[in-house]
């Protein structure tokens, strides 16, 4: 079992729940543009890569040019939505807890906007037990981008080789293999265990939960629930 200095969480799908949100706000951009609201299904299994990557996603094929416009109209409407439905994730406030009480140091690391991670975290009382967060822009840097995953190194002071990122997605995989630090996943997201299995193969494990990623990666029983 390696000993790592930080561990870099993923938001939606990890920590949080806020698919209703973004599935709410991807619905009211479609509809101010005379276009069909996808189905919440849909939107959830689109989420991971960035805003822009969902919406092209989700687009028909004559609309992908539209996505940027999108974007940018999806980040003026989301505080309107940013709390419907909101809740965390199974045992992530216990492993932000117990990882503190080790002293590892802990960031959020997502492609969400910053201002929408950070209302979010706090929201669910989670912001206080981070060290940092590492969120984006409508068009910087973000996963799997090498220069996303060296500025969330810096920081918090740490070395790849001493940090161990935790998502559940292909994206969260790769972005730790683009910077060399190894990388544990949960299929809590949209991907089941086996695709996770498949596709990200090095990865040190992929678990059912927070809280059997945090027994079998740092050796923490779970006790808190929340």
Known sequence: MAEFKAAFFDLDGTLADNYTAIWKTVGA???ERGLEAPSYDKVYRSVGGSILLTLEKLLPEGEKAAALDMGRRYMELCPLF???????MPHARGILEALSKKGIKTACFTNKQTEAAEAVLEKLGLRKLLDAVCATSLTSPR???REFGQAA????AVRAQESVFIGDSVYDWKSAENISAASALVATGADSED???RNCPGALG???SLAELSLGIFGV???NLE
């Open 29 to 31: 951009v479609f509809k």
């Open 221 to 223: 029983k779970l006790d």
């Open 82 to 88: 940013v709390y419907d439905g909101l809740k965390p």
């Open 153 to 156: 190194l810096e920081k918090l």
């Open 143 to 145: 996963k799997p981008d």
């Open 206 to 208: 992929v678990f059912a």
């Open 195 to 197: 695709s996770l299995r």
